[in-house]
């Protein structure tokens, strides 16, 4: 699976933005689960959010959990993430990536080494 994300850009503490990563996949996309990540300036590639193949289970690092949303639209090949109440810490190039085997746990949703496929990133600037 091929996978394109967009959304990046430059906004102020506070503001929301929505990331999305497109796939396109000669399997069904509904088949995979996918998970977002970021890297920091200086920093080792984060796991920020994630999504089982049905959109029942989510999962979310305790530093963006309230402010951020995994969301899935298996009709448009697309997973979303909203990304509200920005704050400069969160600027980052954020990464989509798809899991073949289709369902993560709490533990593996976070491990980057469970993801098949990734994306190019998407840079996201926060101002103060």
């Known amino acids: 699976v091929q996978l394109q994300a967009s959304g990046g850009g430059l906004v102020q503490a506070g503001g929301s933005l929505r990331l999305s990563c497109a796939a396109s996949s000669g399997r069904t996309f509904n088949s995979y689960a996918l998970g977002w990540f970021r890297q920091r300036p200086g920093k080792e590639r984060d796991f920020v959010a994630a999504?089982?193949?049905?959109?029942?289970?989510?999962y979310y690092a305790d530093s963006v959990k309230g402010r951020f949303t995994v969301s899935r639209d298996n009709a448009k090949n697309t997973v979303y993430l909203r990304m509200n109440s920005l704050k400069p810490e969160d600027t980052a190039v954020y990464y989509c990536?798809?899991?073949?085997?289709?369902?993560?746990?709490?533990?593996?949703?976070?491990?980057?080494?469970?993801?098949?496929?990734w994306g190019q990133g998407t840079l996201v600037t926060v101002s103060s």
């Open positions: 990536a798809a899991d073949s085997y289709g369902v993560l746990d709490s533990d593996s949703a976070r491990n980057d080494n469970e993801y098949d496929y």
């Open positions: 999504i089982n193949w049905s959109g029942s289970d989510t």
